[in-house]
């Protein structure tokens, strides 16, 4: 079954620094990639996506993401962290005929 | 101009009441969903709806029925509310004909058993 895997639980990040959120996938083929952030009371908003073509995708927010088959990876990164990107970082899988499967989540704190 | 709109926003029961959540979209979508997120933030499906027709049902107490009118509307009826029914739950829509293109949340109905 596939399944998706956030290491890191929370992650603490001075305003201004550089930020990387990683994500595992375990599927047989490419799945469709995403990653979704929810701010604190708030439903979920799709900062990019992944199905093919280039492997640097870019999204919203200044937020991109590097699919790495090789090593089922698909790492979220911001070069230049705001107090406003404080909130929850959703990974999630899609496969053709089943619903979207989320990891964990990972909690984002910016500290000034 | 809210793309999935969820009602209540909060809601706050006793235990072994019944209720409902209402989700309706304007995307033109044929494919809706529930979720549930757990006190640890974990996003688990529940049920998913193509064209009024249930084709996802995870491992769900059958007290959850879900109710879909038209391919616009995927309701949530909840019988005999428990403690650990208390969660925050997202409608979604998405289009089945675009896989990859993700799903469009609404902003939750925080449900409350006391």
């Known amino acids: 079954a596939q399944s998706v895997t956030q290491p890191d639980i929370h992650i603490t990040v001075s305003e201004g620094a550089s930020l990387e959120l990683r994500c595992n996938y375990s599927?047989?083929?490419?799945?469709?990639l995403f990653w979704y952030v929810q701010s604190p009371g708030q439903g979920l908003q799709l900062l990019l996506k992944?199905?093919?073509?280039?492997?640097l995708v870019q999204g919203i927010k200044g937020f991109e993401a590097e699919f790495k088959r090789s090593q089922s990876s698909f790492n979220l990164r911001k070069p230049s962290v705001h107090w406003s990107d404080a909130a929850e970082y959703f990974c999630a899988v899609e496969q053709a005929g089943t619903a979207l499967i989320f990891g964990k989540g990972t909690t984002l704190s910016v500290s000034s | 101009d809210t793309a999935v709109s969820q009602t209540p926003k909060y809601l706050v029961t006793q235990m072994g009441n019944d209720k409902s959540i209402k989700c309706e979209q304007n995307l033109g979508h044929d494919t809706m969903y529930w979720y549930k997120q757990d006190s640890k933030k974990f996003l688990k499906i529940m049920f998913s709806?193509?064209?009024?027709?249930?084709?996802i049902n995870e491992t769900v107490p059958n007290r959850f029925s879900p109710k879909s009118p038209d391919k616009a509307h995927l309701n949530l009826h909840i019988n005999s509310l428990e403690l650990g029914d208390s969660a925050v739950y997202f409608c979604?829509?998405?289009?089945?004909?675009?896989?990859?293109?993700?799903?469009?949340f609404g902003s939750g109905t925080r449900l409350t058993v006391v």
């Open positions: 979604a829509s998405s289009q089945a004909d675009r896989a990859g293109y993700g799903y469009t």
């Open positions: 992944y199905f093919s073509g280039d492997t």
């Open positions: 599927y047989g083929a490419t799945p469709y």
């Open positions: 709806y193509n064209n009024k027709e249930l084709i």
